[in-house]
């Protein structure tokens, strides 16, 4: 297999739309350990602190092999939590999870906080419950190591990997733009 072919690996045959718009399916033991984590907690509500747990879980099942750092923060008003990351998968295939256990959701337009809740299938004998993940925002951060800068200056703007519904992703772009650009297109799971 090319280092092309594994690199995208992963997203095979998936355009940007669609890796856009992908939806997180929970795992059976993902949506167990979210139940279990409802029915200790108040009515609904996840707090925080194992809303990381979860994500930890979720991240580990989903890309086996890559190593996550995933930090809470609670402040005035609400709570965030942050997922860490080297090399390892592309932000757009870990946003899915990020989504998908976002608490809250920020219309800047009227200035506006609005509270997700969702509905989680369990199983046969629960059915359906509703779930309300107790942070409000779940942020993602690829960090790029030395191996992989190193690799991505090996390839050239003209491989199949940075080909985009014939858009030139560099166009216009300075050459230490178009060595970040190559990186976020990567996907290094188990590669470096």
Request: proline share 3%; hydrophobic share 35%.
């Amino acid at each position: 297999m090319s280092i092309t072919e594994s690199l995208n690996a992963r997203s095979e045959g998936k355009s940007r739309y669609e890796l856009e718009t992908a939806v997180y399916e929970p795992s059976v033991k993902v949506r167990e350990a979210i139940y279990k984590a409802k029915k200790a907690s108040e009515p609904n509500r996840i707090p925080t602190t194992e809303v990381a747990k979860l994500i930890r879980l979720a991240l580990k099942e989903t890309f086996e092999g890559t190593k996550f750092s995933v930090k809470s923060h609670k402040y005035s008003m609400g709570s965030s939590i942050n997922i860490y990351w080297t090399d390892g998968p592309r932000s757009i295939e870990v946003k899915p999870i990020e989504n998908f256990f976002r608490g809250a959701h920020f219309d800047g337009m009227i200035d506006l906080k609005s509270y997700v809740h969702t509905e989680l299938y369990v199983g046969e004998n629960i059915g359906t419950v509703a779930v309300e993940f107790g942070v409000d925002y779940v942020f993602g951060r690829r960090e790029y190591s030395e191996e992989a800068k190193a690799l991505a200056a090996t390839i050239s703007e003209d491989d199949e990997l940075f080909r985009e519904e014939c858009i030139d992703i560099f166009y216009g772009l300075r050459d230490s733009e178009k060595e970040w650009t190559k990186l976020g297109h990567m996907n290094f799971e188990g590669i470096v």
